[in-house]
């Protein structure tokens, strides 16, 4: 079995980024200077699979335009003699095969990973929570693939989580079967602290099974009047098997200021042309001699 389409889901309301989420999808969000989906792409394109499906929303043009032709800048950056960005743009557009489905109706994760099903087919995909932004060495969903290279079955990303943040993930009940994998007995969408089944949580990757779909559609709205597809990933224990990966690579949730921001100095100290600089600023502002000040040091 070979996973050669992931659905990118970017369809939700950015809630906890309003206001500025009240007319920027909080996938355009920049992180550097790409914005947050581009990473999504880019890691669905560095783990093999060219086939993308992204799930927007009504008022979510801005993700569609982003990866079109732009004839009239690119025609502009040609005769500016900017040949460095004209290739820049020109590889947006070829990045991956992409195709969009709307989810006319917020009805949650699941059913907006139910509505790409006739665009996905009848194998096993991939489905990336594009706010989840994951450094590491080798691409997450890479690593994921190779597990399911032996396993062959759903596989879902996790990390290990703080006791009081589990109301914040999908949350899995563990039986380890090698360092680092486990086989899942059971999931609950974000419990409260002392009702978790353990402190792995469930990080915005997964690899899945076409069974899922059934699955998704049997499932009654869950916390927060969603459908969840943590929920539908429950019910789907009873037919198929279900393995979690502790992956390698540091985790950002940057659906929030808080950790939009720590991905935002994390990603500009990698950068050559930035972390000099960046480096020399926060040094002076954690000091407490504000750079722009006339006593500044
Ligand atoms: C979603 C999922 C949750 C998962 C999380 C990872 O929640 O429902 O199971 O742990 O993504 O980021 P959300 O963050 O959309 O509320």
Known sequence: MKIDKAVIVAAGRGTRFLPVTRSIPKEMLPLVNKPLIQYAVEEVVASGIERVVIVAAPGKQSLVDYFSPSPELE???EERGKAELLGEIQRLGRLADISYVIQEER??????????????????????LPDDIIDSRVPVLRQMMDVFGRCQGNILAVRRIG?????????????EVSPGLYRVEGLVEKPEPGEAPSQLGVVGRYILMPEVFDAISATPPGI??????????????AKQDIYALEFEGVRYDTGTPQGWLEAQIAFAMK????????????????????????DAG
Not at 115 to 127: E, L, N, Q, Y
Not at 163 to 173: A, C, D, P
């Open 75 to 77: 025609s502009f950056l």
């Open 107 to 128: 009805l949650g994760l699941g059913h907006a990973v139910l509505t790409a099903r006739d665009a996905v087919g009848d194998g096993p995909f991939a489905v990336l």
């Open 163 to 175: 006791y009081r943040e589990t109301s914040k993930y999908g949350v899995i009940k563990p039986r």
């Open 224 to 237: 927060g009047g969603e459908i969840q597809l943590t929920d539908a990933l429950g019910f789907l224990l």
């Open 271 to 294: 950068n050559p042309e930035l972390s000099l600089k960046l480096k020399q600023y926060l040094g002076r502002l954690l000091q407490g001699s504000h750079p722009f000040r006339r």
